[in-house]
């Protein structure tokens, strides 16, 4: 069982040397690899993974397409700017591939974990020679996955997968006895931007997680183009999460003065500390109305914007 760490209880600056480290000793003269997303935790580990071993970690931006606007762009310079080369690696085709017909959110989850941890990187494991993989996963995945809540992307050995068996690496998880109060402390303590350390969480499985139903190139523009809006509107909310889910199934609407059967948007906005727990935010009703009017106005096909107000449990921050 992994012993957590608690944020009160958090030495960052002990526990960046101590994990940089164990990063060395056990990557030697070898290669190690990993995923940048830009989220807060495979942010920490890629700064701690590029301390450790420097050049020896070779750090990639899968780009799967579906991901925020401006996403691979946005994320590659910060990084820059802080002396890390990140390779943005081209993937649309092989995810959507893997997405084709599929509408089960534990199937869509695990198509996402195998095309990204089997195609994806046992590709790249090959070409760069690697051995070890650097993983952001925090003890709130585990925690989840191992109670049946719902699989998270990142938890592999913890469910019994031989990851140097099915796919040729070594996981490393320097982060996994932290929950996500303690990886923000450590995230300013090793350098990252406010930007970057005070970004709100954003799921692993990216937009993908946010469509129920099928995952098609049409139906994550919708949801990227709600998504926009709602982190436009709500920037300034201080909320811990906030997001746009779009629904499976079509619903009535009107419009020009004729029905038209259109799309809903589910919008969440959250207060939590580590994501175990988390309350709707009382937004006020006049940024609720924006929101709509605007998703309404801009995002082609949606007839229907709607307000989450379940606390988590027995919702989960995440629709899937």
């Not at 084709?100 to 534990?106: C, S, W």
């Not at 070890?132 to 925090?138: A, D, E, Q, S, V």
């Not at 996955?145 to 997968?161: D, E, F, P, S, Y």
Request: a negative charge.
């Amino acid at each position: 069982m992994t012993q957590e760490i608690k944020a009160s209880e958090l030495n960052a600056e002990e526990f960046i040397a101590h994990q940089v480290e164990e990063i060395r000793n056990t990557v030697g003269d070898g290669i190690a690899i990993n995923a940048l997303s830009g989220g807060v935790d495979s942010s920490v580990v890629t700064m701690i993974g590029h301390r450790a071993v420097g050049d020896q970690l070779k750090t990639y931006f899968i780009d799967h397409g579906m991901m925020r606007e401006g996403e691979p762009e946005y994320v590659k310079q910060v990084f820059e700017n802080l002396g890390v080369n990140v390779v943005v690696y081209d993937a649309k085709e092989e995810f959507y591939k893997a997405l084709e017909g599929i509408e089960d959110p534990e199937e869509k989850r695990e198509a996402i974990t195998r095309t990204f941890y089997k195609t994806v990187f046992g590709g790249l494991v090959r070409e760069t020679g690697a051995k070890f993989l650097l993983h952001g996963t925090i003890l709130t995945d585990v925690d989840e996955t191992v109670a049946g809540i719902k699989r998270q992307h990142n938890i592999l050995a913890q469910i019994g997968v031989d990851t140097e068996k099915e796919f040729g690496y070594h996981v490393l998880e320097p982060l996994i006895q932290l929950r996500k109060e303690g990886v923000r402390i450590v995230a300013e303590a090793v350098g990252l931007p406010e930007e970057i350390y005070n970004r709100m969480p954003f799921l692993g499985p990216a937009l993908a997680g946010r469509v129920i139903g099928e995952v098609t190139p049409a139906r994550i523009a919708t949801v990227r183009a709600a998504t926009t809006i709602i982190e436009e509107e709500l920037a300034e909310s201080g909320a811990f999460q906030y997001m746009a889910i779009l629904h499976k199934d079509r619903v009535t609407g009107m419009r020009g003065g004729g029905r038209e059967f259109g799309q809903q948007i589910e919008l969440r906005c959250w207060e939590s500390i580590d994501a175990r727990t988390a309350t709707p935010t009382r937004v006020p009703y006049e940024t609720l109305e924006k929101m709509a009017t605007r998703i309404i106005g801009e995002v082609p096909g949606i007839v229907s914007v709607t307000y989450n107000i379940t606390p988590k449990p027995p919702s989960t921050m995440e629709a899937i």
